[in-house]
C-alpha cells in the first residue's frame, strides 16, 4: 500500500534555531500534502496545504513566515519551523493524498518536536 | 466549520469486549474518517465511508449521513487494539475531502 514516510521521528532543538521536517510519499506521486500539528491531549489542527510546484495554503492563525513549507517535487514536502520557540514544541504529522480524485489520506508517523 | 464530537472521551475494556466509539457531526459531508493512533503517535487511516457500512477485520464503520453520525465498532477487542480513535469530517459543506476536522479522539484500553 502507500507509504508516506516522515522524517525525523523526533528532534530536540535549542530556542531561536530552525527545524526542518520532511514528508516523502514512497510509492506514489502527492500532488498536494498536508500538515498537521497536534498539541497533548489536542485534536489534530490542519495547518496548511502544500501544492507542488506552488505556494502552500495557510489556515488561519498560522503564521507562513515562521512555518515554511516547500513542496519542490512530487514526492517531498517540507516543514520548516524558523526561529524555534517551547510553544512551537508539538507533535507535527503530514498527509498525503492517494491516487488522483482519491478521497484516501496516508497518514506519515509524525514528528515529535521539543524546544528548549 | 464543521464541529466533531466524539465519545467516549476515554474507554476501558476487558480483552473480548464488543467496543462502540460514536461520532457526531453539524455540517453534512460526503464521506468521513476513522483513524488510529497508537502511543508513538503514528496514524493509521482504518476507514472512509460515504454510507452504509464498511468491515476490515474485527473492525466495523457505520455511517447515517441523514442523522450526521458515525460508530467504530471493534467485535473480540484485543491489548493491541488499545489506541486513540479519531473521527475526522471535511470542514465545510461541499468542501475538499482532504481539509478535514478531527475529533479529539477516544482513547481505547483493552486489558488482558
Known amino acids: 500500500g502507500a507509504v508516506v514516510s516522515q522524517h525525523p521521528s523526533w528532534v530536540i532543538c535549542k530556542s531561536g534555531t530552525s527545524v526542518k521536517i520532511e514528508c516523502r510519499s514512497l510509492?506514489?506521486?502527492?500532488?498536494?500534502m498536508f500538515w498537521y500539528r497536534q498539541f497533548p491531549k489536542q485534536s489534530l489542527m490542519l495547518m496548511a496545504t502544500s501544492n507542488e510546484g506552488s505556494k502552500a495554503t495557510y489556515e488561519q492563525g498560522v503564521e507562513k513566515d515562521k512555518f515554511l513549507i516547500n513542496h519542490a517535487s512530487l514526492t517531498l514536502s517540507t516543514l520548516t519551523v524558523t526561529s524555534a520557540h517551547p510553544e512551537d514544541s508539538s507533535f507535527y504529522i503530514c498527509s498525503a493524498r492517494t491516487g488522483s480524485g482519491a478521497n484516501v489520506l496516508t497518514f506519515g508517523a509524525g514528528s515529535r518536536l521539543t524546544v528548549l | 466549520k464543521n464541529e466533531v464530537e466524539q465519545s467516549p472521551q476515554n474507554l476501558t475494556a476487558q480483552e473480548g469486549e464488543f467496543i462502540t466509539i460514536n461520532c457526531s457531526y453539524s455540517?453534512?459531508?460526503?464521506?468521513l474518517h476513522w483513524l488510529q493512533q497508537h502511543p508513538g503517535g503514528g496514524i493509521v487511516s482504518l476507514f472512509m465511508l460515504s454510507s452504509g457500512k464498511k468491515k476490515h477485520g474485527r473492525l466495523i464503520a457505520t455511517i447515517n449521513i441523514q442523522e450526521k453520525h458515525s460508530s467504530l465498532h471493534i467485535t473480540a477487542s484485543h491489548p493491541r487494539d488499545s489506541a486513540v480513535y479519531i473521527c475526522?469530517?471535511?470542514?465545510?459543506?461541499?468542501?475538499?475531502?482532504?481539509?478535514?476536522?478531527f475529533g479529539k479522539g477516544t482513547l481505547l484500553t483493552v486489558n488482558p
Open positions: 510509492d506514489f506521486q502527492a500532488t498536494t
Open positions: 475526522a469530517v471535511p470542514n465545510s459543506r461541499g468542501g475538499s475531502n482532504y481539509k478535514l476536522t
Open positions: 455540517v453534512g459531508i460526503s464521506a
